[in-house]
């Protein structure tokens, strides 16, 4: 149980990020309301906007933010925050998110926007490798670009076979592939 104001302000954000990925991932941006992520977490609407700000911004924080796994933790919670990340992408982004995406391959700006973000998201996720992992940039670098993959196939171009696919079967399919990038040496 936390102990310090400080502990407990992280539990309270982390409640509040957890429940907001689990709706926006089963609702997606638009169908998903501040009042229904801070019930779910357990606290004031009001919090929820003290802490994150807007929908949008909050929205930002739960794709971006990759939780990393206690020390010693084995690499399967790892993965199954990777993929809980990718069934939020897959329930769709507001356009904000989306418009970004469409713009960083022909605008500069744009594509510094992209290359920050996921150079934390890359950094977060080789942070939490385990220390024994070889190449932890190139590995975490490699989960992040494959998760953004399957979301610019499903969000931006709508091919068939990722767009009619539940996000679970998705993440089903994909698991053994971020297993093998996230799993510390044999």
Do not use: N, W
Not at 59 to 70: C, K
Not at 89 to 107: N, Q, V
């Amino acid at each position: 149980m936390p102990t310090s104001r400080a502990d407990r302000r992280r539990a309270t954000e982390a409640r509040i990020l957890d429940s907001a990925r689990e709706l926006f991932a089963e609702k997606g941006f638009d169908r998903t309301t501040i009042r229904a992520v801070a019930a779910a977490a357990g606290v004031d609407p009001a919090l929820v906007m003290q802490y994150f700000g807007s929908k949008r911004e909050l929205f930002t924080a739960a794709v971006q933010a990759v939780p990393v796994p206690p020390a010693g933790a084995d690499t399967d919670a790892l993965v199954d925050q990777l993929l809980a990340t990718l069934g939020l992408k897959l329930g769709g982004l507001p356009e904000g998110t989306l418009a970004m995406m469409r713009s960083m391959l022909t605008d500069p700006a744009a594509a510094d926007h992209a290359r920050g973000t996921l150079g934390r998201q890359i950094d977060s996720v080789g942070a939490a490798l385990p220390p024994s992992a070889t190449d932890p940039e190139l590995r975490a670098a490699l989960v992040v670009s494959t998760l953004l993959g399957v979301a610019i196939g499903h969000q931006l171009l709508s091919l068939p076979p990722l767009r009619d696919a539940p996000a679970e079967h998705v993440a089903a399919l994909l698991r053994p592939a971020i297993e093998a990038l996230t799993a510390p040496p044999r």
